[in-house]
């Protein structure tokens, strides 16, 4: 900053530094995954581990995606050490991506023999114009590359690598574990290690279970298990003990580190209650055989299949549980895989014409190249088509089913379908700034904040664990107590036990029946699986708080033009008051209004075209001595005639006297929310044309549907009370609020609030920013491919009314699973905790063993996550089935 400051007044001028600007640009996000979280205390443990970090703004951690995402300032603290730190509070952290619209490549090299090789590599690329970062991991041979994409791009980062050096001996691929990928692997990893570690502790704990629950009952088996091997030591013990200790300690190895690095920054996990559970069973265990071999008249009973197969029911929990979590991000990897896997590249000589094409990776697309598309083909980037026609199915990204004509200058989206012709397009936004890759992002996002409802299960987690270990160990107390004061009957103690023991399990029992990973899980899965069907749908939902809000909406504010219209004028009438064709009509009056820029003209040209063969680029006659009367029309002269396209006043200021009829038809339009144009040829109204923005096909029915849903619906627009009136009552809406500013539409949404209503604002972006901040929640409508809407809470893609009834229903079933995950979780310890402290027993006799608490507790956080996963058989309301609101194609 110093050199460019003192470079500037070398030059002769003065010069200060900017100071706010800079500083606002100073917050970098970036994504890292964790490794080894079980549940809500760990999340907690490592946010507030990770707030507490100068430099840290804010930080959200999700349990159900196992990232972190951390908003910091560079300057102060890397994303290294910030790894680090993860790393220190006792979990695995792998860097995702960092900083918010840089452009990351990563390559592998093959070739590389040493380090220094790897460094020539890297300052060759370093040297590159818009090179930004280069990251070497010369052990894994590849190379990270963030750069500018306007200015380079991947293809010339491997052109350079592999002309690097004198024998050209390296060669650069495009890595295949790229962030998707690696996010996927690591997944796969996840859930094979579980399954290995469940299989080898089956294979220890099967014959430990028959050795005490089975053969004890076959005579043959019985007398050979129980025979002596040193005083009342047995062989069956002898067995028990040494197949269950490997479970214990090296396949129950995770459960002691988890429990350690919690206890080590003060906070109890699941792991901890797994740990001092299946320890109290194990060293009881080893303390009655060691008493047995030392005593020649001990009977003594162990429990070491109650820790074998506790472990063993945790991991199978475990396995289930973190196969059923990776469905619930499912919606992202589809997103992902709707970019191709390579493209046509073509290479054109001056004139524009093809000299060659080649296939290459999709990846290696960079901005300005042209791409072939062929029918069928996905569209590999987004542009704009430079030739050929064709029509593309774009369900896949706007979730509009009908295909949308395209021709030479229209916009196309990287992962959408060709149909029919064949195109040539020009890639204008490659790798992070595609449409696909802003819509993974905004997915992303929402899956890692929390919904306000999330912080009950964050509240109840932190005493949670503390609070079972004091009921577990007052269950043991309790029953050891009453055993001892014969404060029950002796025959309620199993014969193989004695009053210790029982009160042992019982306490066990207690210890690893309850389950803080159900709560933990009730919100973040349900908001995940909500948030991928409502991308699927074409509702983008930017988190839980956004789902949270909607769900509660009862009135909502819709934005007139754009919104509950089409948003463009269209001429909707003509009447003509002289014998005359229409085509020759509309030839004199397009080729007057041609040279003008208001928008009624441009409907009116567009109409015009439908009268030409050439539709596409229609040649109109020429017109001379071209006036624009600002506010009032145009008038030309063409053929020879003198044309004049206005309102009244300038006919009126023209002389030209306005017949009855055209004075009824300016009244008739005007009663019906259109605009009124006439015509004049050589001095005489020949023709009225009514130009309206017509109400969106469906609007009514949607209001009316809303109504039924107990939502009231209010229009606020700023067009005149005439046109404002006449749109409102065509669609049903009794409450309307015209000629108001942006400021005043915050101000309408606000008063709502302060009637309490819980207001959504349905608008399409610009001049509504401030109603859709203001509302509870936002939703953008008519957001095509420009998704990051930043006002809005809610994008709705497909630009269709019918989708603000998607979104509230959406929010609302998805709020009914969460209460539902909540109820389960909830009642499931409610209830679980006092059966297996023995609440039953005195009764009906019946005692939960420790092991089967295990198999419930693992069973509840499976049923949390599959109760979640229901909802990706999410299915609109029946009534918008009936609503054919497809495309809005005006004829």
């Known amino acids: 900053e110093e050199s460019i400051l003192e470079a500037i007044e070398d030059a002769g001028f003065q010069a200060a530094l900017i100071q706010d600007e800079t500083d606002d640009k100073s917050v970098q996000v970036c994504r890292i995954r964790i490794n080894g979280m079980t549940c809500t205390s760990c999340s907690s443990t490592l946010e507030n581990a990770l707030q507490a970090v100068p430099g840290v703004q804010k930080v959200q951690v999700a349990l159900a995606t196992e990232e972190a995402q951390i908003h910091h300032d560079p300057k102060i603290i890397t994303y290294n050490q910030l790894m680090q730190k993860i790393e220190e509070t006792g979990f695995g952290a792998v860097l995702v991506s960092t900083g918010e619209d840089m452009s990351k490549i990563n390559l592998r090299i093959d070739g590389v023999r040493t380090v220094n090789s790897m460094r020539m590599l890297e300052n060759s690329l370093q040297a590159l114009p818009g090179v930004q970062a280069v990251q070497t991991s010369p052990e894994l041979k590849?190379?990270?590359?963030?750069?500018?994409?306007?200015?380079?791009?991947?293809?010339?980062?491997?052109?350079?690598?592999?002309?690097?050096?004198?024998?050209?001996?390296?060669?650069?691929?495009?890595?295949?574990?790229?962030?998707?990928?690696?996010?996927?692997?690591?997944?796969?990893?996840?859930?094979?290690?579980?399954?290995?570690?469940?299989?080898?502790?089956?294979?220890?704990?099967?014959?430990?279970?028959?050795?005490?629950?089975?053969?004890?009952?076959?005579?043959?088996?019985?007398?050979?298990?129980?025979?002596?091997?040193?005083?009342?030591?047995?062989?069956?013990?002898?067995?028990?003990?040494?197949?269950?200790?490997?479970?214990?300690?090296?396949?129950?190895?995770?459960?002691?580190?988890?429990?350690?690095?919690?206890l080590r920054h003060g906070s109890a996990n699941m792991d901890v209650l797994i740990a001092l559970g299946t320890n109290a069973a194990y060293f009881y265990s080893v303390y009655t055989v060691i008493r047995a071999a030392s005593s020649p008249d001990f009977e003594g009973t162990d429990f070491f299949e109650t820790s074998a197969m506790l472990i063993s029911f945790i991991l199978l929990g475990k396995y289930l549980e973190v196969l059923a979590?990776?469905?619930?991000?499912?919606?992202?990897?589809?997103?992902?895989?709707?970019?191709?896997?390579?493209?046509?590249?073509?290479?054109?000589?001056?004139?524009?014409?093809?000299?060659?094409?080649?296939?290459?990776?999709?990846?290696?697309?960079?901005?300005?190249?042209?791409?072939?598309?062929?029918?069928?083909?996905?569209?590999?980037?987004?542009?704009?088509?430079?030739?050929?026609?064709?029509?593309?199915?774009?369900?896949?990204?706007?979730?509009?089913?009908?295909?949308?004509?395209?021709?030479?200058?229209?916009?196309?989206?990287?992962?959408?379908?060709?149909?029919?012709?064949?195109?040539?397009?020009?890639?204008?936004?490659?790798?992070?700034?595609?449409?696909?890759?802003?819509?993974?992002?905004?997915?992303?996002?929402?899956?890692?904040?929390?919904?306000?409802?999330?912080?009950?299960?964050?509240?109840?987690?932190?005493?949670?664990?503390?609070?079972?270990?004091?009921?577990?160990?007052?269950?043991?107390?309790?029953?050891?107590?009453?055993?001892?004061?014969?404060?029950?009957?002796?025959?309620?103690?199993?014969?193989?036990?004695?009053?210790?023991?029982?009160?042992?399990?019982?306490?066990?029992?207690?210890?690893?029946?309850?389950?803080?990973?159900?709560?933990?899980?009730?919100?973040?899965?349900?908001?995940?699986?909500?948030?991928?069907?409502?991308?699927?749908?074409?509702?983008?939902?930017?988190?839980?708080?956004?789902?949270?809000?909607?769900?509660?909406?009862?009135?909502?504010?819709?934005?007139?033009?754009?919104?509950?219209?089409?948003?463009?004028?269209?001429?909707?009438?003509?009447?003509?008051?002289?014998?005359?064709?229409?085509?020759?009509?509309?030839?004199?009056?397009?080729?007057?209004?041609?040279?003008?820029?208001?928008?009624?003209?441009?409907?009116?040209?567009?109409?015009?075209?439908?009268?030409?063969?050439?539709?596409?680029?229609?040649?109109?006659?020429?017109?001379?001595?071209?006036?624009?009367?600002?506010?009032?029309?145009?008038?030309?002269?063409?053929?020879?005639?003198?044309?004049?396209?206005?309102?009244?006043?300038?006919?009126?200021?023209?002389?030209?006297?306005?017949?009855?009829?055209?004075?009824?038809?300016?009244?008739?339009?005007?009663?019906?929310?259109?605009?009124?144009?006439?015509?004049?040829?050589?001095?005489?109204?020949?023709?009225?044309?009514?130009?309206?923005?017509?109400?969106?096909?469906?609007?009514?029915?949607?209001?009316?549907?809303?109504?039924s849903m107990n939502v009231r619906s209010i229009m606020v627009t700023g067009d005149n009370w005439g046109t404002a009136s006449s749109i409102a009552s065509q669609i049903s809406i009794e409450t309307v609020v015209a000629e108001a500013k942006p400021e005043q539409k915050a101000e309408k949404v606000k008063e709502l609030q302060a009637e309490g209503y819980a207001v959504a604002m349905v608008g399409d972006g610009i001049n509504d920013s401030p109603a859709l901040v203001a509302a509870d929640v936002g939703m953008a409508i008519g957001a095509g491919t420009d998704i990051a809407i930043e006002a809005a809470d809610i994008v709705l893609m497909k630009s269709n009314l019918e989708d603000v009834i998607t979104a509230i229903h959406l929010s609302r079933k998805t709020f009914s699973r969460i209460r539902l995950n909540y109820i389960w979780a909830l009642g499931y310890n409610i209830l679980g905790i006092p059966i297996a402290a023995g609440a039953l027993f005195p009764s009906i006799g019946f005692r939960l063993p420790p092991w089967i608490a295990g198999a419930a507790m693992a069973a509840s956080s499976v049923s949390v996550v599959c109760c979640s996963l229901l909802l990706k058989n999410y299915e609109r309301p029946k009534k918008l089935e009936n609503l054919e609101i497809g495309g809005i194609q005006i004829e």
């Not at 379908?417 to 040539?424: I, K, P, T, Y």
Request: some cysteine; glycine content about 8%.
């Open 142 to 262: 590849k190379i990270a590359v963030s750069y500018k994409p306007d200015m380079t791009g991947p293809r010339n980062f491997i052109k350079v690598i592999d002309s690097t050096g004198s024998s050209r001996r390296f060669k650069a691929t495009i890595d295949p574990e790229g962030e998707g990928a690696g996010r996927e692997s690591h997944r796969k990893e996840e859930i094979k290690q579980y399954f290995r570690s469940f299989l080898w502790s089956l294979i220890f704990t099967t014959p430990v279970f028959l050795t005490s629950m089975v053969f004890m009952y076959i005579p043959g088996i019985k007398h050979g298990l129980d025979t002596k091997v040193v005083n009342m030591l047995t062989i069956g013990e002898v067995i028990r003990w040494v197949l269950s200790t490997p479970v214990q300690f090296i396949i129950g190895r995770r459960f002691y580190t988890g429990s350690y690095k919690a």
């Open 325 to 707: 979590k990776g469905k619930t991000s499912e919606a992202i990897a589809k997103l992902m895989n709707l970019a191709p896997e390579t493209a046509i590249l073509l290479s054109l000589d001056e004139e524009g014409n093809v000299i060659s094409e080649e296939e290459i990776d999709s990846r290696l697309i960079q901005k300005n190249d042209i791409i072939k598309i062929i029918p069928g083909a996905k569209v590999a980037s987004d542009g704009f088509v430079l030739w050929g026609q064709s029509h593309i199915n774009e369900s896949m990204i706007t979730g509009e089913a009908r295909p949308v004509a395209k021709r030479k200058g229209d916009t196309v989206i990287g992962g959408t379908v060709n149909e029919n012709g064949v195109l040539h397009i020009k890639a204008t936004k490659v790798g992070s700034e595609s449409a696909l890759a802003q819509i993974v992002r905004l997915v992303e996002s929402a899956q890692m904040a929390k919904a306000p409802v999330q912080k009950f299960a964050d509240r109840i987690s932190k005493y949670f664990v503390p609070l079972v270990i004091v009921l577990s160990f007052s269950t043991w107390l309790a029953w050891f107590l009453a055993g001892k004061l014969h404060g029950y009957p002796e025959l309620w103690i199993p014969s193989s036990m004695d009053s210790f023991e029982l009160a042992l399990q019982f306490g066990i029992s207690v210890m690893v029946i309850a389950c803080p990973c159900a709560l933990g899980l009730a919100t973040p899965t349900a908001v995940m699986v909500g948030t991928g069907v409502g991308a699927s749908l074409g509702v983008l939902i930017k988190g839980g708080q956004a789902l949270e809000g909607a769900h509660k909406v009862n009135c909502i504010v819709f934005d007139k033009t754009g919104t509950l219209t089409v948003g463009k004028p269209v001429v909707v009438n003509t009447r003509l008051l002289k014998n005359m064709v229409l085509h020759e009509f509309y030839e004199l009056v397009a080729a007057t209004e041609v040279n003008s820029e208001h928008p009624l003209a441009k409907a009116i040209i567009e109409y015009a075209k439908k009268f030409r063969e050439d539709e596409e680029n229609p040649a109109w006659p020429e017109a001379r001595d071209f006036v624009s009367i600002t506010g009032h029309g145009v008038k030309a002269i063409v053929r020879n005639k003198e044309v004049i396209v206005g309102n009244k006043s300038l006919m009126l200021e023209n002389n030209i006297v306005i017949p009855v009829d055209a004075q009824d038809m300016l009244t008739e339009t005007e009663s019906m929310a259109q605009t009124g144009i006439l015509v004049s040829i050589d001095g005489e109204v020949t023709g009225v044309l009514a130009i309206s923005d017509p109400v969106k096909p469906g609007a009514q029915e949607v209001i009316s549907i809303l109504k």
